[in-house]
């Protein structure tokens, strides 16, 4: 039997937009649905992927999960922490890695993997071995000492993804994991993930790339303007073609129209 | 512990950028210099009058040695006297000539008859005469120096009686009252014009351009206390803070002397050591608060530019109030109450010498007060997804 780390129960999220921001949106509504009543479950060991275009409440619904934003209705259960009435608790158990979150340039990577690990309330020994372990598994170890603003992006986001992990938290939640990496950096990131996996820590990422989903995760849940289409295991999904041949039936199907 | 890394990381921040380090000390030295000069500039237009001789006729042990103590001060000749006219007349055909600078006559038994002086007598008062020539400069300058002098004696003159003065008491603390009351007017704005704009200078650059590149977000996601957070700013912002109006401060306390033209030992004699650590105290209190209010504007704000647009209308208030306090005499014990208008009215008091201490640590506590709420407000706006991830 599966162990259920993570379920999302009727996330709702509304944005009130400003008169500028119904401009872009070219919309004269002042308020915009992001993620709406969206449910899924994700298990202990597994990588969820949360497949969508842009725009469909991919972030949104991370945010959420990570605490960052409050849902307007419903709530997650994050190893069993409710992340509106427990969000303290929740933020210990996940790391999220993000590129809205931004890393000091000013600091070296060794100093503010120290300085986070103590924001988590960690030893210092257990954050000095964790840190030789991630620098190394990364090939950080030779950019330790070199500020964050003077690293290539690549190894900026090494640095950021070893930081959001510093506290070896149970759930890995990842949006846009290969966004902006060559493929040889893009693949240290996807093996890691897949030997997170293989930890038995759980994984849930956002993406808009078929072949990622297909290539790492467990089970796919696939959203469209802030609704869950449809959720399952990879194969119940794919239901033997490709993803991205199911993913435009599935679109057009519910009503989705093609530019 | 948390906090203690939070603290840490923006001393680190800090003493690591000499960039940083520059910002907050050059104000000081800077004011330093350019109060230098301009006291140099100022005075030495004066000390170029060149006193010639200056006759006196008849006797005043009082008024004499003040004037010739005042004609040294502004000319700068140490050896410069008073000379006792012989003849009069040719004293005055030398004033005349412009040979000799002026002529000053004392009534017979001028300052006993001063003493004993009533006006209901109905007698004639007892009378200076002073010769002079005003289209030359030097008596003319002469002149008005005299006069002061005697106008400074005829007030005395008048408070003897009431206060048994005796004369070098009196003189001190004349020279005191004049120096200090010029200074209680201007320094308080001075003063909190300079802690406001070294406040300004790391508060926005830490709090709101921290928001501003996203690296404030990445710290929420831990689980920190959204309030070891807001310390976490404060306390570290506001010891460097301190720092910068120190530098100011001292600048301000080393240069005014020589702006006003007096030394900085007579202007440490003025005040004592406790008038010092007053104000030290009530400059120190009113960091934190400013802080305090600036990390809130720029929690607020999205960006520097933002901020920095905010912090302006805010020093606006923050001047206005503090100029108010120097130049309206302001009573009643609910000035101590609004901030920044009680720090300044305190630091005016203290300059002026009329301070209790009592009214300092009340000034004190009430800003430590007022820093705690905004604390207590910040935590809450960095608790709140429409500030700190609205768009
Ligand atoms: N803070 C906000 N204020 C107003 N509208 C927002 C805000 N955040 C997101 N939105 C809107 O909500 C919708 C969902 O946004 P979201 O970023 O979650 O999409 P996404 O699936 O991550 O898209 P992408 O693939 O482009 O990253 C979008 O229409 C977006 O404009
Ligand atoms: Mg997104």
């Known amino acids: 039997m599966k162990e259920e780390i993570v379920r999302a129960e009727g996330l709702r999220k509304t944005f009130s937009l400003s008169k ?43 945010r959420m999960l990570s605490t960052l934003i409050r849902p307007d209705e419903g709530d997650a259960f994050l190893c069993g922490k409710s992340i509106v009435k427990e969000a303290q608790a929740v933020r210990d158990c996940i790391g999220f890695m993000t590129g ?47 500020r964050v603003g003077d690293l290539s992006s690549g190894m900026k986001q090494k640095v950021s993804l ?98 | 512990m948390k906090l203690a890394a939070l603290i840490k990381k923006e001393f680190f921040r800090f ?7 520059a910002t907050m000390i050059l104000p000081g030295i800077l004011i330093f210099f350019l109060y230098s000069l301009m006291g140099d500039l100022l005075w030495s237009e004066e000390q170029k009058y060149d ?28 050896d410069w006297t008073l000379t006792p006219a ?86 001190f603390s004349s020279e005191a009252d004049v120096l200090v009351s010029l200074l209680g007017g201007f320094l308080p704005f001075l003063i909190v014009a300079l802690i406001f704009s070294s406040c300004m200078s790391i508060t926005l650059e830490s709090v709101a351009g921290e928001k501003e590149r996203g690296t404030l977000a990445t710290v929420l996601v831990t689980s920190v206390r959204r309030s070891d957070i807001a310390l976490g700013k404060v306390i570290p912002l506001s010891c460097i803070s301190v720092i910068g109006a120190l530098s100011s401060f001292l600048g301000v306390i080393f240069s005014f002397p020589k702006l006003m033209g007096i030394s900085v030992s007579g202007m440490a004699g003025a005040f004592g050591i406790s008038s010092y650590l007053q104000l030290l105290l009530s400059v120190c209190s009113v960091v934190p608060f400013i802080v305090a ?76 007060v007022y820093t705690v709420v905004l604390i207590f407000l910040i935590a809450k706006m960095l608790s709140s997804e429409r500030i700190m991830f609205g768009k």
């Open chain 1, 20 to 62: 500028k921001q119904q401009k872009i949106e070219k919309t004269h509504q002042a308020m915009k649905v992001a993620v709406d009543g969206l449910s899924f479950s994700a298990y202990r060991g597994e990588i969820y992927g949360l497949l969508g275009p842009n725009g469909a409440g991919k972030t949104t619904t991370l």
């Open chain 1, 100 to 146: 809205e979150l931004k890393l000091e340039s000013f600091f070296t990577p060794d100093y503010l993997f120290d300085f986070f690990g103590m924001m988590h309330g960690m030893a210092k020994d257990a954050v000095a071995e964790r840190k030789r372990e991630l620098f190394h598994r990364f090939g950080i170890d030779r950019f330790a000492g070199v």
């Open chain 2, 51 to 78: 006193f010639k001789t200056v006759y006196v006729g008849g006797e005043s042990a009082i008024i004499q040695p003040l004037l010739q103590q005042a004609a040294v001060q502004l000319t700068g000749q140490e």
């Open chain 2, 86 to 171: 012989e003849d009069v007349e040719q004293a005055k055909e030398a004033v005349r000539e412009e040979k000799a600078t002026a002529l000053i006559l004392f009534d017979e038994n001028f300052d006993e008859r001063i003493l004993s002086y009533s006006p209901e007598s109905g007698e004639r008062a007892p009378q200076v005469r002073i010769y002079y020539c005003s289209a030359d400069e030097t008596s003319a300058a002469f002149y008005s120096l005299a006069i002061s002098v005697l106008d400074a004696y005829e007030s005395t003159v008048s408070n003897m009686f009431d206060v048994n003065l005796s004369d070098e008491v009196f003189d």
């Open chain 1, 162 to 259: 070893v930081i959001s992990i510093v506290h070896d938290p149970e759930i890995v939640i990842f949006d846009e994991p290969t966004n902006g990496l060559d493929v040889l950096t893009a693949k240290v990131v996807t093996d890691f993930l897949a030997e997170l996996r293989g930890m038995g820590k759980s994984v849930i990422l956002s993406t808009h790339i078929f072949s990622l989903v297909e290539k790492l995760c467990d089970r796919v849940g696939v959203i469209v303007e802030g609704k869950m289409l449809r959720e399952g295991s990879l194969a119940e999904i794919m239901d033997g073609r490709s993803l991205e041949e199911r993913f435009f039936e599935l679109y057009l199907a519910t009503g989705g129209v093609l530019q």
């Open chain 2, 293 to 368: 209010l600036l990390t809130l504007v720029s929690a607020y704000s999205k960006s520097v530019k933002e901020a920095s647009a905010y912090s302006g209308v805010v020093m606006i208030f923050v001047m206005v109030l503090s100029l108010a306090a120097g130049i309206v005499d302001m009573n009643g014990l609910w000035v101590a109450f609004v901030p920044v208008l009680g720090t300044v009215s305190c630091i005016s008091r203290i300059m002026d010498l009329s301070v209790t201490l009592g009214m300092t640590l009340l000034t004190v506590g009430v800003n430590l």
């Open chain 2, 15 to 21: 003493f690591r950028d000499p960039k940083l380090i």
